[in-house]
């Protein structure tokens, strides 16, 4: 079955400055890479996603990066505020198994 | 658009007891799933439905969880009984279709005693 590892698992950065989470997965079938934003006491948030016939998507200060080849992919966020700390998943499907990385613990520091 | 639903949003049970949780997922949303998600950890798949039929229950413990789905629309959550291995949040989401992004409920805190 599909398993998806996430780099890091804590990452702080000053207010400003950007912040990149990578993740690979083992399943060639995936076709659908979502990452969600997990703030405390509430559900992961889907925030970007990729399909594999893409290989870069942005969408205002949030771009994700998709290397079929290489099975890998990253999330990158730019101009990073306080407001963007939280828990970070990076996950993988292909329709039937959707399976997610452990997380990366984002803290912006002012 | 009215997000997913579930309740009870918390929940303290003591061991060998049962619980059950509720999911009412996006209006239009076939596919709904069911994750447990442990304290400082990504959430895990325990089962995917697809309408009313299960697409993936490979991570379920059946011997003492079960889940249906009824008319392709609510869902719910069953443990019985209840392991203090148990204690997690409980999250429910639902998608268009299994290769779509999918929308999480606020969750179900279960504390097992």
């Known amino acids: 079955g599909e398993n998806v590892e996430q780099h890091p698992s804590t990452l702080s950065v000053q207010e400003g400055d950007s912040a990149v989470i990578k993740c690979t997965y083992s399943d060639s079938a995936s076709n659908y890479f979502p990452w969600y934003k997990q703030e405390l006491g509430k559900g992961p948030q889907l925030i970007i996603d990729?399909?594999?016939?893409?290989g870069e998507k942005k969408d205002q200060r949030i771009a994700v990066t998709l290397n079929k080849t290489a099975k890998h992919f990253s999330l990158h966020i730019t101009e990073t505020q306080p407001e963007d700390s939280a828990v970070y998943f990076c996950a993988a499907t292909d329709g039937q198994n959707f399976v997610f990385g452990p997380g990366t613990r984002l803290s912006v520091l002012p | 658009e009215a997000g997913v639903a579930q309740s009870p949003r918390y929940k303290i049970i003591e061991k060998r007891q049962s619980v059950a949780f509720w999911c009412n997922p996006i209006?239009?949303?076939?596919?709904l799933y069911w994750y447990q998600q442990i304290l400082g950890q990504g959430p895990k798949l325990l089962i995917q439905?697809?309408?009313?039929?299960?697409?993936?229950d490979s991570q379920l413990p059946k011997d003492r969880f079960s889940a249906e789905r009824l008319k392709g629309v609510d869902s719910t959550l069953k443990i019985q009984p209840a392991k203090l291995e148990d204690s997690a949040v409980y999250l429910c989401?639902?998608?268009?279709?299994?290769?779509?992004?999918?929308?999480f409920g606020q969750g179900t805190r279960l504390t097992v005693v």
């Open positions: 209006s239009g949303h076939a596919t």
């Open positions: 989401a639902s998608s268009l279709s299994g290769g779509y992004g999918a929308f």
């Open positions: 990729i399909r594999s016939n893409v």
């Open positions: 439905f697809q309408n009313n039929g299960v697409v993936d």
